[in-house]
T-cell receptor
Framework: EPEVTQTPSHQVTQMGQEVILRCVPI?????FYWYRQILGQKVEFLVS????????KSEIFDDQFSVERPDGSNFTLKIRSTKLEDSAMYFC??????????????FGEGSWLTVV | SQKIEQNSEALNIQEGKTATLTCNYT??????LQWYRQDPGRGPVFLLL?????KEKRKERLKVTFDTTLKQSLFHITASQPADSATYLC????????????FGQGTTLQVKP
């Protein structure tokens, strides 16, 4: 079964450093998303991306964050000047069509980011 | 603000019984309600989606109901098995096509053999 793949699975970074989390969505999917889950808390929406632009972003997704689809297969989340509170599991997800068709979202296994 | 509540206490049941999990929401009128399974350290896995104009949806041993008047969804697993032990997440989305899901905290189900 096709799956969303994410790298790295775990990254430790110094506070203030920049990190890039990478994702390869399912190949025929057109909609891409990033969510995060702080340990013991809810899964939270960060951003959705379609047709090479952001469709919606949450209040969490401020200027510290950016997303990019640099080629036909990868989808990245960049976090600049990381803070301790950015430590979380970051999930990439994708869907074939838009949500209004009731389409489901497929999540990757996550990238665990630890900021020290 | 929008609020989704799931039982924070773990649900412990005996193998073979039916597990029923509850999702309540306030200050929101979702167009879709979804249930996901999440195992420790793993990503959410989609189980079922129900639309606002649907009352019930079934898939194998799973059943979801959606009552927009009560603002509640019930998620049932019949003939539960130890392999069903996991955290189950309720997620809501609106009618826009942005893919934004609002998740509940999740309820942990433990099925004992």
């Amino acid at each position: 079964e096709p799956e969303v793949t994410q790298t790295p699975s775990h990254q430790v970074t110094q506070m203030g450093q920049e990190v890039i989390l990478r994702c390869v969505p399912i190949s025929n999917h057109l909609y891409f998303y990033w969510y995060r889950q702080i340990l013991g808390q809810k899964v939270e929406f960060l951003v959705s991306f379609y047709n090479n632009e952001i469709s919606e972003k949450s209040e969490i997704f401020d200027d510290q964050f950016s997303v990019e689809r640099p080629d036909g297969s990868n989808f990245t989340l960049k976090i600049r000047s990381t803070k301790l509170e950015d430590s979380a599991m970051y999930f990439c997800a994708s869907s074939e069509t838009e949500m209004t068709s009731g389409n489901t979202i497929y999540f990757g296994e996550g990238s665990w980011l630890t900021v020290v | 603000s929008q609020k989704i509540e799931q039982n924070s206490e773990a649900l412990n049941i005996q193998e073979g019984k039916t597990a029923t999990l509850t999702c309540n929401y306030t200050n929101y009128s979702p167009a879709y309600l979804q249930w996901y399974r999440q195992d420790p350290g793993r990503g959410p896995v989609f189980l079922l989606l129900i639309r606002e104009n649907e009352k019930e949806k079934r898939k194998e041993r799973l059943k979801v109901t959606f009552d927009t008047t009560l603002k509640q969804s019930l998620f049932h697993i019949t003939a539960s098995q130890p392999a069903d032990s996991a955290t189950y997440l309720c997620a809501l989305s609106g009618s826009s096509n942005t893919g934004k899901l609002i998740f509940g905290q999740g309820t942990t189900l433990q099925v004992k053999p």
